[in-house]
């Protein structure tokens, strides 16, 4: 009887790890299906965003051209941080409107929208006011104090730029670049959102930090690299092979251009942009683009849409700007009674 009890105790742990281990393989099945959901709506929605990706791209390079050269890549992982804090808040105030006040995301977006256009206004207005004051008068200027003191007007000019606060202007650089990623990275967590709306809660908050963290890492390391791309083509130059040499060359000589295109694409990408979140918002102007642009299809239909969307932003953007010029004008005025 005793060998009977204990042949049956040990079918009855046999036939008990056979249920964990079936329960085991169906949990583990399940587990990478949900994986697999996971990366498959990540994957989705970094293809839905990768429009606002190359704007990202170019506005956060050109916000980081000007620095120094040994502080480039300090300044780009600053900037890099300053986004990934940025996300930190983004992704769960995206997941909290979406559950309570859905209603806020568009209006939120053309805030941001505006603010965006705001700035590239700002930055072609400011490109107006330093031709006008580093003009003709600077020049005037710079050869009367040269005549006055002896020495050439080039010594000047370098003595009045060393006055600059290299560390007060790294500052204000980073800043810039982060509340610029502050906009986009918005969008791109609400384009990203609205991929896995229908999706359980800790879905939508795993596929949104992927995401995140996924572009975080694309745009910064890309960025990192651009700025870097003259050390590359010195790297090359001492290379033994002549078309290493040839190649460190025509990198060395090409990276200037790309930093002046970079330039004009983010303020471009500034009005693209803002443009897009302020007529996505406006439903009159964005019916009628679907009504009359999108029809005519193809390469022609893109480029329609988009200078819309850059007209918007700039008519936006200008007259953000008069209100914030009033604002200062009335201010003091309003103060002082």
């Given at each position: 009887?005793?060998?009977?009890?204990?042949?049956?105790?040990?079918?009855?742990?046999?036939?008990?790890?056979?249920?964990?281990?079936?329960?085991?393989?169906?949990?583990?099945?399940?587990?990478?299906?949900?994986?697999?959901?996971?990366?498959?709506?990540?994957?989705?929605?970094?293809?839905?965003?990768?429009?606002?990706?190359?704007?990202?791209?170019?506005?956060?390079?050109?916000?980081?051209?000007?620095?120094?050269?040994?502080?480039?890549?300090?300044?780009?992982?600053?900037?890099?941080?300053?986004?990934?804090?940025?996300?930190?808040?983004?992704?769960?105030?995206?997941?909290?409107?979406?559950?309570?006040?859905?209603?806020?995301?568009?209006?939120?977006?053309?805030?941001?929208?505006?603010?965006?256009?705001?700035?590239?206004?700002?930055?072609?207005?400011e490109l107006f006011?330093?031709?006008?004051?580093?003009?003709?008068?600077?020049?005037?200027?710079?050869?009367?104090?040269?005549?006055?003191?002896?020495?050439?007007?080039?010594?000047?000019?370098?003595?009045?730029?060393?006055?600059?606060?290299?560390?007060?202007?790294?500052?204000?650089?980073?800043?810039?670049?982060?509340?610029?990623?502050?906009?986009?990275?918005?969008?791109?967590?609400?384009?990203?959102?609205?991929?896995?709306?229908?999706?359980?809660?800790?879905?939508?908050?795993?596929?949104?930090?992927?995401?995140?963290?996924?572009?975080?890492?694309?745009?910064?390391?890309?960025?990192?690299?651009?700025?870097?791309?003259?050390?590359?083509?010195?790297?090359?130059?001492?290379?033994?092979?002549?078309?290493?040499?040839?190649?460190?060359?025509?990198?060395?000589?090409?990276?200037?251009?790309?930093?002046?295109g970079l330039s004009?694409?983010?303020?471009?990408?500034?009005?693209?942009?803002?443009?897009?979140?302020?007529?996505?918002?406006?439903?009159?102007?964005?019916?009628?683009?679907?009504?009359?642009?999108?029809?005519?299809?193809?390469?022609?239909?893109?480029?329609?849409?988009?200078?819309?969307h850059v007209l918007?932003?700039?008519?936006?953007?200008?007259?953000?700007?008069?209100?914030?010029?009033?604002?200062?004008?009335?201010?003091?005025?309003?103060?002082?009674?």
């Open positions: 009887m005793a060998v009977a009890g204990l042949l049956m105790l040990l079918d009855d742990i046999a036939a008990l790890l056979d249920d964990v281990a079936l329960m085991t393989k169906t949990a583990a099945g399940k587990s990478t299906a949900i994986l697999d959901d996971v990366a498959a709506q990540t994957k989705v929605a970094m293809q839905k965003t990768a429009g606002v990706l190359g704007d990202d791209l170019a506005l956060n390079a050109e916000k980081v051209t000007g620095v120094s050269a040994n502080r480039e890549l300090p300044v780009v992982w600053a900037v890099a941080k300053g986004s990934l804090k940025n996300k930190a808040y983004l992704v769960p105030a995206a997941m909290l409107i979406s559950a309570f006040a859905p209603w806020l995301i568009i209006p939120l977006l053309m805030v941001g929208g505006a603010f965006l256009c705001f700035e590239g206004v700002e930055k072609i207005l006011r330093k031709r006008q004051q580093h003009g003709a008068k600077q020049v005037v200027a710079e050869s009367v104090e040269a005549a006055q003191i002896g020495v050439a007007p080039s010594s000047v000019r370098a003595a009045h730029e060393k006055q600059l606060d290299p560390a007060q202007y790294e500052k204000e650089k980073i800043a810039g670049a982060v509340r610029t990623d502050f906009i986009l990275s918005a969008e791109i967590m609400a384009i990203a959102l609205g991929t896995v709306a229908s999706k359980p809660l800790w879905e939508q908050f795993t596929v949104l930090v992927a995401v995140a963290l996924a572009i975080t890492v694309f745009v910064y390391g890309l960025v990192a690299g651009i700025v870097r791309m003259d050390d590359v083509g010195g790297w090359l130059m001492a290379k033994k092979s002549a078309a290493l040499q040839a190649i460190g060359r025509g990198t060395i000589a090409f990276t200037p251009w790309l930093m002046r004009v694409v983010g303020t471009a990408a500034m009005f693209m942009v803002g443009g897009s979140l302020l007529v996505h918002g406006m439903a009159p102007i964005e019916h009628w683009v679907q009504a009359v642009i999108a029809p005519v299809g193809g390469i022609a239909a893109a480029l329609g849409a988009v200078l819309v918007v932003g700039a008519v936006i953007g200008a007259a953000v700007v008069v209100c914030v010029e009033l604002w200062h004008k009335l201010r003091p005025a309003k103060t002082g009674h």
